[in-house]
């Protein structure tokens, strides 16, 4: 995965909220801003892309205009990850739509979702996965990447990332999630 340094953008470096904090309301499962960095949606809104971007969001990145459990999991526990002081905002998101806020762990702890146990260490980056890198990638298991993420310079919709995607219709594309729910319930 690759993320896009706010700085770069805007050549500051100020404090930026992130898409997650410590007292956040329990997530939405039908918000498409849910997993969007605030400085990223800033980025589509000055642009006058924000229609666009919302629109590749609700078509795909959520499924049938919701996200999947195991992603409202992942949301509670980098919740519960920033309460505890365990990860910080890193003044990154990633290039890839919603373009969610990449954390850094501070300590060696756990992340748990859909039962299964994600271990990192101190100094590893952490971001949401959407579900089409995930697929692309069987070698992921489940809505996060935890490990070294590499600097990019444009952000992408997932439209422009998997173009294959958008000639399928709704029952392959239910397939396809299907696979991606086996894959990770197997490991």
């Known amino acids: 995965m690759h993320i896009i340094l706010k700085s770069t953008m805007n050549g500051k470096h100020d404090y930026y909220p992130s ?20 400085f990223a949606r ?26 999947a459990s195991e992603e409202l999991e992942y949301k509670l526990e980098v919740r519960r990850l920033l309460r505890e002081g365990s990860i ?16 850094r762990t ?20 952490l971001i949401f996965e959407p579900w089409l890198a995930r697929y692309s990638d069987p070698g992921l298991n489940g809505p996060l990447r935890i490990g070294p993420l590499y600097d990019d310079s444009s952000p992408r919709l997932c439209c422009d990332s998997f173009p294959h995607i958008c000639i399928h219709c709704d029952k392959t594309v239910a397939i396809m999630r299907q696979i991606l729910n086996y894959r990770n319930n197997k490991k």
């Open 42 to 67: 800033n980025f589509y809104m000055h642009r006058n892309l924000i229609d666009r971007l919302e629109e590749d969001i609700r078509t795909y990145v959520m499924f049938d205009g919701c996200w």
């Open 106 to 125: 501070l300590k060696v702890g756990t992340l748990i979702v859909s039962r299964q146990r994600h271990a990192f260490k101190a100094g590893e980056d």
């Open 88 to 103: 910080a905002p890193i003044g990154s998101f990633g290039y890839l739509s919603p373009h969610p806020t990449v954390y």
């Open 19 to 38: 898409d997650t904090t410590a007292a956040g309301p329990d997530p939405d499962p039908s918000d498409p801003w849910l997993f969007t960095d605030p």
